[in-house]
């Protein structure tokens, strides 16, 4: 298959050549020029456009699944919407126009939709309920990819780690504040993407990539500590933290939201997981950092 990235970046790298590797031919989508090497150097066709311009989009080849997971860079609100909202509505207005549209979208959002469930289990059943202005574009983001005139799936990842995404020194120095990490290894966010992409079953669904085991920050921060031979790190509550005060509105609501999210239907769908839990995923970097 003919296979489009847009935003071709951490995961999107990644993606290209576990689809390459498949025997797809792909197409990675960024717009500066180190993003372009990057994407060369992963062996992918290399195509430089910007989804909030419609024209640039003229550039990317025909193309028969077309995956948007373009970042807004890690700015506000505004500039999410600009990119998640109206870039991902630009990017199906042009492929939808074209004589040979795409026949699946992938939409890569966050299990920040879900907002604060005070650490009880979600599903992709659960509403949606965004407590920032940023997850609140990104629900609206996977309405926009949902009305799209070709079939969608919405992946929801949560939070994200692998090489260069470690962060081991946040937990092992601490102080951790309490609450619950839901995480899942970049290769198997790339992994799943690949995977709903080549299952007719999750046409139409919205799917939580995340791994087995949810785990709170400090026992997470206690087992990292406990494999690298070092002291358990300082702990504080969500109420301690907040009373140091300098926390914007966004970042106080972030940290009263507490959820365990659930991968039943990912699995249900026969994906098999590179690093079932955490405890698989940190091994390399425990060993790298600690001996």
Not at 47 to 56: F, G, Q, Y
Not at 125 to 131: A, C, G, M, N
Not at 198 to 219: N, Y
Request: hydrophobic fraction near 35%; aromatic fraction near 8%.
């Amino acid at each position: 298959m003919r296979v489009a990235i847009l935003g071709c970046g951490y995961i999107g790298l990644k993606l290209g050549r576990q689809l390459v590797d498949a025997g797809h031919d792909v197409t990675g989508v960024r717009r500066s020029d180190e993003g372009l090497s990057a994407v060369a150097d992963a062996g992918l066709r290399a195509v430089r456009a910007d989804v909030t311009e419609p024209a640039s989009l003229d550039a990317v080849p025909d193309t028969d699944w077309l995956v948007f997971a373009a970042s807004s860079g890690g700015r506000g609100a505004a500039a999410a919407r600009e990119v998640y909202v109206g870039g991902l509505a630009t990017t199906i207005e042009t492929f939808t126009a074209r004589a040979e549209p795409p026949d699946r979208l992938v939409y890569t959002s966050s299990t920040g939709v879900y907002g604060d469930h005070d650490g009880d289990w979600v599903d992709e059943e659960t509403p949606l309920d965004p407590t920032t202005p940023k997850t609140t574009v990104l629900a609206e983001a996977e309405k926009t990819a949902f009305d799209a005139p070709f079939d969608a799936t919405v992946a929801r990842f949560a939070g994200l780690y692998g090489p260069e995404r470690y962060r081991l020194e946040r937990y092992l120095e601490g102080p951790v504040t309490e609450g619950y990490l839901n995480m899942v290894h970049r290769d198997d966010a790339a992994g799943a993407v690949a995977h709903l992409l080549e299952t007719d079953r999750a046409r139409g669904d919205s799917v939580l990539v995340v791994d087995d085991e949810p785990i709170s920050k400090w026992a997470f921060a206690d087992w990292l500590a406990d494999e690298c031979g070092r002291e358990h790190p300082p702990k504080r509550t969500v109420e301690e933290r907040l009373a140091e005060g300098k926390l914007s509105d966004a970042a106080e609501r972030r940290l009263r939201t507490s959820k365990r999210c659930s991968n039943a239907r990912l699995k249900g769908y026969d994906y098999e997981f590179r690093y079932p839990t955490f405890r698989d995923g940190y091994r390399a970097a425990v060993i790298m950092a600690c001996g």
